[in-house]
């Protein structure tokens, strides 16, 4: 049990010595939920009653979708896989470590946005505060359920990138956090289903627990789980 907690500090160090994760994970999330904070409640006060809710999905899809895999890619493509093999370390040990540690800065990250924007934009606390940061975690382990799945299943940063935004930008463009996704189409908004974002803010803006929103959440992170199990097992052989 050390070894593992040592293996999760060591790699949440590291994510805080890599400029790239840090971005994801804590600067631009920051400074969009600042810059954008100050846009949507000065446009429509209104926005203040999710504000706090919007501004952390974008925050955690960033840091879950484009920041948490990058670590995988860098450590599954190099030498340290056979370091891992050679030592007898189960390779699936790395991305549990990487889960970890992201979930952690991603749960900082939305503290930060939690307490800012009730001091900075005076927006409304959620009724249940239990109810709330349970709804978070829950949201957090589903989106790096995905995070974790690219990272191990994509090879290479640059296409990693890619693939990644494909991911994101439709998450939070189809969630309901900019705009009501009831101005758009019928298709587009069951397209919106499918990703995890969508699902996190109902159930975050949610006053009272709903399974309808937590499932389709559990649901994902079980197809995630399967597909990375299925990875890792084939990297042990390769």
């Known amino acids: 049990m050390s070894a593992f907690l040592y293996g999760v500090a060591l790699q949440w160090k590291l994510d805080i010595r890599n400029k790239g994760v840090i971005l994801t994970y804590y600067v631009v999330p920051l400074v969009f939920f600042l810059f954008i904070g100050a846009i949507f409640t000065s446009i429509n006060p209104s926005a203040k009653d999710t504000l706090i809710q919007s501004m952390t999905v974008f925050g955690v899809t960033m840091g879950a ?27 699936w040990v790395a991305a549990v470590n990487n889960f970890i540690s992201a979930f952690i800065h991603l749960f900082i990250m939305s503290l930060v946005i939690f307490f800012a924007a009730s001091i900075a934009f005076k927006v409304k606390i959620p009724e249940s505060i239990a109810l ?90 079980m197809v995630t789980i399967c597909i990375s199990g299925y990875r890792l097992s084939k990297m042990g052989i390769e």
């Open 132 to 221: 709330y940061f349970a709804s978070l975690a829950v949201f957090i382990i589903a989106c790096l359920g995905v995070g974790t799945m690219l990272g191990l299943m994509i090879k290479g940063t640059s296409k990693l990138t890619m693939i990644s935004q494909f991911i994101f930008l439709p998450s939070i463009m189809l969630s309901g956090i900019m705009f009501p996704v009831d101005m758009l189409p019928k298709a587009l908004q069951n397209i919106g289903k499918i990703f995890p974002a969508t699902w996190g803010f109902k159930m975050m803006a949610s006053p009272v627990f709903d399974v309808s929103f937590f499932l389709p959440l559990v649901l994902i992170l």
């Open 65 to 91: 979708i484009l920041g948490a895999p990058i670590s995988l890619v860098e450590l599954y493509d190099s030498e340290i896989k056979k370091s891992f093999k050679v030592g007898g370390i189960p390779l």
